[in-house]
Nanobody, 124 residues
Framework: QVQLVESGGGLVQAGGSLRLSCAAS????????MGWFRQAPGKEREFVAA????????YYADSVKGRFTISRDNAKNTVYLQMNILEPEDTAVYYC?????????????????WGQGTQVTVSS
């Protein structure tokens, strides 16, 4: 079992920044990949970013590439999503998720555990 708790969401103006955190507990954190997804009102949940177990490989959706950065601190059992140059279109509930196999990191159904989500609202 893996428990995930997100934090850091909030209201920010367009062009601003936020850093989301996801604290993990349960299985050994350094042994699985992590991802961030988001779901905007009326839309399906979509992939945002993912990171390998070591942090050596990162993956991004085209819509956030160059603006968002995913990172992890295995000593703190935490994964981060630094979000810069935020746009109103980034408004969504953001979820972190754990992928035990480290495969299919772009695919929602390849993730085994999910957090409860944190709201990010970007005003224009």
């Amino acid at each position: 079992q893996v428990q995930l708790v997100e934090s850091g969401g909030g209201l920010v103006q367009a062009g601003g920044s936020l850093r989301l955190s996801c604290a993990a507990s349960g299985r050994t954190f350094s042994k699985y990949a992590m991802g961030w997804f988001r779901q905007a009102p009326g839309k399906e949940r979509e992939f945002v970013a993912a990171i390998s177990w070591s942090g050596g490989m990162t993956y991004y959706a085209d819509s956030v590439k160059g603006r968002f950065t995913i990172s992890r601190d295995n000593a703190k059992n935490t994964v981060y999503l630094q979000m810069n140059i935020l746009e109103p279109e980034d408004t969504a509930v953001y979820y972190c998720a754990a992928n035990l196999a480290g495969l299919g990191l772009y695919q929602e159904n390849e993730y085994n555990y999910w957090g409860q989500g944190t709201q990010v609202t970007v005003s224009s």
